[in-house]
């Protein structure tokens, strides 16, 4: 399953949530990610650790380029040597495929720094 190849869709308040079957399915594809649960919201979680904080703000600013590029925003915490990335989609208040497809991106963006470094 290559998860980086396809695109975010847009979503409805009715648009559904992955289920369980779903979850076990795609988590694999993106086994670095922590499922958790905030506020009975679940969500993709990762924490990222790169050089500085200087590297920390090249990724968080590429993982903005491409949240912005697919219309699907993450929560983003940037610190001194790492950055906490969560996926989850806010009109559904929970997890959608496009979750997923960002958190496979994140990972291939992540990827991508360490081999230029």
Same mark, same amino acid.
């Given at each position: 399953?290559?998860?980086?190849?396809?695109?975010?869709?847009?979503?409805?308040?009715?648009?559904?949530?992955?289920?369980?079957?779903? %979850?076990? $399915?795609?988590?694999? +594809?993106?086994?670095? =990610?922590?499922?958790?649960?905030?506020? /009975?919201?679940? !969500?993709? @979680?990762?924490?990222?650790?790169?050089?500085?904080?200087?590297?920390?703000?090249?990724?968080?600013?590429?993982?903005?380029?491409?949240?912005?590029?697919?219309?699907?925003?993450?929560?983003? %915490?940037? $610190?001194?040597?790492? +950055?906490?990335?969560? =996926?989850?989609?806010?009109?559904?208040? /929970?997890?959608? !495929?496009? @979750?997923?497809?960002?958190?496979?991106?994140?990972?291939?963006?992540?990827?991508?720094?360490?081999?230029?470094?």
């Amino acid at each position: 399953m290559t998860l980086t190849r396809e695109k975010c869709v847009a979503c409805r308040r009715d648009s559904p949530r992955v289920t369980d079957e779903e %979850i076990s $399915e795609l988590h694999p +594809v993106v086994p670095d =990610w922590r499922l958790t649960e905030d506020d /009975g919201i679940r !969500r993709l @979680d990762r924490t990222f650790k790169v050089s500085g904080f200087a590297a920390a703000m090249e990724l968080a600013d590429r993982v903005g380029a491409a949240a912005d590029e697919e219309g699907h925003h993450p929560r983003l %915490i940037v $610190e001194w040597g790492r +950055v906490n990335v969560a =996926w989850w989609t806010h009109k559904i208040k /929970g997890l959608h !495929r496009n @979750d997923f497809i960002m958190a496979a991106k994140t990972d291939e963006l992540f990827a991508s720094m360490q081999r230029s470094a």
